[in-house]
Each structure stands twice: as structure tokens, then as C-alpha cells.
T-cell receptor
Framework: DAKTTQPPSMDCAEGRAANLPCNHS???????VYWYRQIHSQGPQYIIH???NNETNEMASLIITEDRKSSTLILPHATLRDTAVYYC??????????????FGGGTRVLVKP | EAGVAQSPRYKIIEKRQSVAFWCNPI?????LYWYQQILGQGPKLLIQ????????DSQLPKDRFSAERLKGVDSTLKIQPAKLEDSAVYLC????????????FGPGTRLLVL
């Protein structure tokens, strides 16, 4: 019952921007878009999250369409260490604990020299 | 700050044996999660604790899996008896009750059941 759709894999060139799409056409008003990544043999790592405005941090930028039905994670200057599986997740944003992360298959990103 | 610690990192057992995994969350994090990740799939939540109480264990196979979080800090996940299909990586994560609620994951324990 994954709420997001992502391409299974993509390649990008080292030093170039990597644009990772995610479709979440059934997102509801109280749900945020979260991105995590998982480098080989490591646990998932939080990247960024957003509601409806574009967000940027030291790792990436998140662009959410006006209708909120899709988003794009941008890695501005991909490095070989960005090779990982990237997961797009929608979840309600509440203060209290109780919201699990429901992971789909993610996008396997390979950064090539 | 120290991250989420897990041990052991690897474990090989035979089917029908028992096994236990240990997790030490980030200091001060009230919420602790155990996920199971089968090869090629995303992690799936098994159980969630807030302090030492269970919030969600709907996906935990309770006939063979058990978990506890005594004193609201460390946690152990046990499988008894193990089946071949339990071969997976078991991930522990923790989070504070702050906003946003970001989960921090440990490196995982890779289990192989023969």
C-alpha cells in the first residue's frame, strides 16, 4: 500500500545535478513528503522533508509541485558517495510519536565518474 | 552525539534456533523502532516503542518474534524459533518527540538463517 511511485533506478554523472522524481498523487493535506537514502550496508539516513514549499538544506533541495501530487529531490553536485537507494515517503506530520515510515522500493541511484 | 548502536552486526544460525539483537538508541530519544529489511526491499516496521510502552506491533509475527524495552532505553528483539524467511537485516531507529520527528537509524544486524 505504498503511497509513492519512484523509478526503480537511474544513473547520473559525478559533479552534475541529480533530479529524483516521486509521484504521490493521493497525498492528503496533513501529509508531508520525506526523503531518506540508504547507502550500501548502512541504515537509512534522513535527507529532507517538506509540506508545500520548496526546501533546501546542506544535503539537497526538495521541489514540490503546486498541486502537491509530485516532487523532485535535487542533489546539486552528485558525488560517488551519493550512490544509494533513495526513498520518497509521505506521512502525517504530528508532534506525538506513532507514525511509522512506510518504505517503498525506492530509486537506486548510481553516480558514475 | 553518538548514533544508534546495534549488535551484533552479523549473525548466522540454523533454522529453529533462537537469536537476539540489541539496540541502544540515541540518548534522550523516547521513541524506538525495529524494522526488518529483506534483500531488495525497503525496511518494514516490526514494532514501535514510546519509552517502555508499545505503540505499534501490528506487523510483528508474535508467534516467534518478541521485543522489549525495559527502563525505556535499550531494547532487544528476539526470534524463537527462526525460519529461513527471517533472513534479513534488522534495523533499529530512534527519534525524539521534537518537531520534525526525524528517525535516526543504526547500521543494522544482518541475519542469515540456514
Amino acid at each position: 500500500d505504498a503511497k509513492t511511485t519512484q523509478p526503480p533506478s537511474m544513473d547520473c554523472a559525478e559533479g552534475r545535478a541529480a533530479n529524483l522524481p516521486c509521484n504521490h498523487s493521493t497525498i492528503s493535506g496533513n501529509e508531508y513528503v520525506y526523503w531518506y537514502r540508504q547507502i550500501h550496508s548502512q541504515g537509512p539516513q534522513y535527507i529532507i522533508h517538506g509540506l508545500k514549499n520548496n526546501e533546501t538544506n546542506e544535503m539537497a533541495s526538495l521541489i514540490i509541485t503546486e498541486d502537491r501530487k509530485s516532487s523532485t529531490l535535487i542533489l546539486p553536485h552528485a558525488t560517488l558517495r551519493d550512490t544509494a537507494v533513495y526513498y520518497c515517503i509521505v506521512r502525517p506530520f504530528i508532534k506525538a510519536a506513532g507514525n511509522k515510515l512506510t518504505f517503498g522500493g525506492g530509486t537506486r541511484v548510481l553516480v558514475k565518474p | 552525539e553518538a548514533g544508534v548502536a546495534q549488535s551484533p552486526r552479523y549473525k548466522i544460525i540454523e533454522k529453529r534456533q533462537s537469536v537476539a539483537f540489541w539496540c541502544n538508541p540515541i540518548s534522550g530519544h523516547a521513541t524506538l523502532y525495529w524494522y526488518q529489511q529483506i534483500l531488495g526491499q525497503g525496511p518494514k516496521l516490526l514494532i514501535q516503542f514510546q519509552n517502555n510502552g508499545v505503540v505499534d506491533d501490528s506487523q510483528l509475527p508474535k508467534d516467534r518474534f518478541s521485543a522489549e524495552r525495559l527502563k525505556g532505553v535499550d531494547s532487544t528483539l528476539k526470534i524463537q524459533p527462526a525460519k529461513l524467511e527471517d533472513s534479513a537485516v534488522y534495523l533499529c531507529a530512534s527519534s525524539s518527540l521534537g518537531v520534525p520527528e526525524t528517525q535516526y537509524f543504526g547500521p543494522g544486524t544482518r541475519l542469515l538463517v540456514l
